[in-house]
């Protein structure tokens, strides 16, 4: 499934830069990553079993340093929150926060989100999926590597329970408009809104939201739904 370069290589949505930890988030990986991540393994996760009751499951990929994860599942705890990042420092950051908030409904795993949902997260099992700022990869030669691309688009609904939402935002408008046009080739998903969506309560402005709109960029929400 996944695009391959001429060589052979996965072209990915991410190029792994470790950059540097705090102390306190190299901690958290040493203490915390053990209690609340998830090790990737190639095979199906039982859900439940890891949240340990049955409750909405909500998927999120690429959370950054997790400050509007943490917040959502702070304001929802009716819901399970899956964070998916392979940033060591912000998946570092958000197990901290676990802990700050002692919250019980969000788990991390650090891995390929394209490969975690491939191979282990159980068809039709999600609530809903958030995707907020994907890299935008404004060169037109890195477009390749945009996370958004039909091929993904049909996994990600796959995985999604009936009436389940995909839920993307970004502060680039070609990579809007291309969200827009690939969610809405989805045969198994419905825009929510005429075009853009209003930006849905539950979603706080993130850091690169904030730095978007101080560089005087727009914000555009897509929200399509899984059929009933
Ligand atoms: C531009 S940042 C946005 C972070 C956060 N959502 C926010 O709004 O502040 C995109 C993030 O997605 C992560 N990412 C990109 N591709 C990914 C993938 N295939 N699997 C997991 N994380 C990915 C990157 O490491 C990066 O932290």
């Known amino acids: 499934m ?16 470790q950059g540097r930890m705090s102390v306190a ?10 209690v609340y991540g998830i090790p990737y393994a190639a095979q199906p996760l039982d859900l439940a079993a890891a949240f340990g009751r049955n409750a909405p499951k909500i998927l999120e990929i690429g959370f950054g340093m997790g400050d509007a994860t943490a917040a959502i599942a702070t304001a929802h705890p009716e819901n399970d929150y ?18 700050e908030r002692a919250l019980a409904n969000l788990r991390i795993i650090q891995h390929d989100a394209v490969e975690v949902l491939r191979d282990i997260i159980p068809d039709a099992s999600l609530a809903g999926v958030h995707i907020f700022f994907p890299d935008p990869w404004h060169k037109k030669r890195h477009h390749k590597r945009r996370l958004i691309k039909p091929d ?17 935002a970004t502060d680039w408008e070609d990579y809007a408009i291309q969200i827009l046009a690939v ?8 825009n929510t809104a005429e075009g ?23 914000v555009w929400d897509i929200v399509f739904n899984k059929a009933k």
């Open 82 to 99: 899956l964070g998916i990042e392979v940033h060591s420092p912000g998946v570092g950051s958000l197990l901290n926060q676990i802990r």
């Open 183 to 190: 969610l809405s080739g989805e045969p198994t998903l419905a």
């Open 25 to 34: 988030q190299q901690r958290a990986h040493d203490s915390l990553k053990a």
């Open 152 to 168: 993904f688009v049909a996994l990600i609904a796959s995985k999604l329970a009936p009436d389940g939402y995909l839920h993307c």
């Open 2 to 17: 996944a695009e391959t370069s001429p060589v052979g290589r996965p072209i990915r949505s991410f190029v792994l830069r």
């Open 196 to 218: 853009y969506a209003p930006r849905p309560g539950y979603r706080p402005l993130t850091k690169f939201e904030q730095r978007g709109l101080r560089l005087g960029h727009g």
